[in-house]
Nanobody, 124 residues
């Protein structure tokens, strides 16, 4: 069982930055891949970024590539999402998730554990 808790959301102007953090109740990479998803009002949950269990391989949704960076700290059992050049379209509730598998996926079905979410609002 893995419990996840996100933090770091908030209100920011377009072009600004936020850093989200996800704290895991146990060792993050053992052997779970980690991911970030988001859900905007009236829309389905969508993949944002993923990282394999070693932390050496990452990939991103096209909409955030070049602006967002996922990273992990094994010693602290945390996973972060650095978000730069934020746009109003990035407004959503952001969720941290731990996969059932060691390799990350963009499919929510492969993630067994989810945090409660943190709100990110980008004003224009």
């Amino acid at each position: 069982q893995v419990q996840l808790a996100e933090s770091g959301g908030g209100l920011v102007q377009a072009g600004g930055s936020l850093r989200l953090s996800c704290a895991a109740s146990r060792r993050t990479f053992s052997p779970y891949a980690m991911g970030w998803f988001r859900q905007a009002p009236g829309k389905e949950r969508e993949f944002v970024a993923g990282m394999d269990w070693t932390g050496s391989s990452t990939f991103y949704a096209d909409s955030v590539k070049g602006r967002f960076t996922i990273s992990g700290d094994n010693a602290k059992n945390t996973v972060a999402l650095q978000m730069n050049s934020l746009e109003p379209e990035d407004t959503a509730v952001y969720y941290c998730a731990a996969s059932r598998f060691p390799r990350a996926s963009d499919s929510a079905r492969e993630y067994a554990y989810w945090g409660q979410g943190t709100q990110v609002t980008v004003s224009s």
